[in-house]
């Protein structure tokens, strides 16, 4: 259940400190009259993100017979869930320095529009991480035991509500948190939770017969890493690391999760600093100090002899 914590409150503070950017430019320029269209937008995209993920359960479970063919949905959707999780973590990392502005232009842009540009501004902004969070929430309620029972649901709900607060606090000052810290351990936990899904995924893809290897255990490790133990439930729920995983499995769940770490933790390269340009004193000086040994070098110039004044004649 901490798997499906840490996607709400992660995508929950993402969707809340949007809203607080927008609520913040329509209070400080005196546009107030403008935030009913603004919470109507977000109330509309939660609506549409709960019915998506209402779509995709009843899909599961009531649309697909065959238990191969739910084994395939199931694999599809937990792929695209670690697609969107990576997209979304190496995203907010490159965009959280300029996403305020960002805002901030396109809602001066809908504030010329009107009403209706000010609501689907507001609701782009926001369901993007709705959707996300309901394919996410799918695919790691059903890596686990329980699948999407009411402990995972409440689970999602608690990161939310925890998200939601964080955020309130955030815009009336009353809270302060290193959010680049914030959002870089918790980015690092999503991709260990994301190749649990991955893992999950491939073992959905053997059992409905698209991958082998079903059978083809890496190890079995049962006696040290007990399942039915606090500390391997807590690593199953959280990152899907089981005792007796096939070997596709294991190499799937390395394969994403080295090098997605590595780039994630890995510092950008800073940009190089321009080169200051130099001030007219130093530009002119060189140029002194280049023609002085040229005088002090060159030969004097010798006088010429004056000509001769020509004798008058007899």
Do not use: C
Request: proline share 5%.
């Amino acid at each position: 259940m901490f798997a499906t914590y840490l996607i709400g409150l992660r995508e929950g503070l993402e969707a809340t400190l949007v809203v607080s950017i927008l609520v913040a430019f329509l209070v400080k320029s005196q546009r107030r009259d403008r935030l009913p269209q603004v919470w109507a937008g977000v109330g509309l995209a939660v609506v549409l993100s709960v019915v998506f993920g209402s779509l995709i359960q009843y899909t599961s479970t009531s649309l697909l017979r065959t238990s191969e063919s739910r084994e395939f949905f199931e694999a599809v959707t937990s792929v695209a869930a670690v697609v969107f999780v990576t997209w979304m973590i190496f995203w907010m990392r490159k965009a959280a320095r300029s996403i305020a502005g960002e805002l901030r232009g396109k809602l001066t842009e809908a504030l010329a529009v009107g009403s209706l540009a000010v609501a689907g501004m507001a609701f782009l902004a926001v369901v993007r991480e709705g959707l996300e969070t309901a394919l996410i929430f799918y695919a790691a309620a059903e890596s686990v035991a329980g699948g999407t029972g009411a402990g995972s649901l409440l689970a999602l709900i608690g990161g939310i509500v925890t998200a939601v607060v964080i955020g309130f606090g955030l815009y009336r000052s009353a809270l302060k948190i290193n959010l680049s810290r914030f959002f870089t351990w918790t980015g690092a936990l999503l991709i260990l939770v994301a190749a649990g899904i991955l893992k999950y995924g491939v073992h959905d893809f053997q059992e409905a017969g698209v991958l082998p290897g079903l059978n083809n255990q890496a190890f079995d490790i049962s006696a040290t890493l007990d399942p039915n133990a606090w500390y391997g439930a807590l690593l199953a729920g959280m990152f899907n690391i089981t005792a007796a995983p096939t070997v596709l499995e294991l190499i799937a769940w390395v394969a994403y999760a080295v090098p997605v770490l590595v780039l994630f933790l890995r510092k950008p390269a800073q940009p190089a600093k321009p080169a200051t340009p130099a001030t007219p004193a130093e530009s002119v000086r060189p140029a002194a100090e280049s023609t002085a040994p040229a005088e002090s070098t060159a030969p004097a110039e010798r006088p010429q002899p004056a000509a001769a004044a020509p004798s008058p004649r007899a």
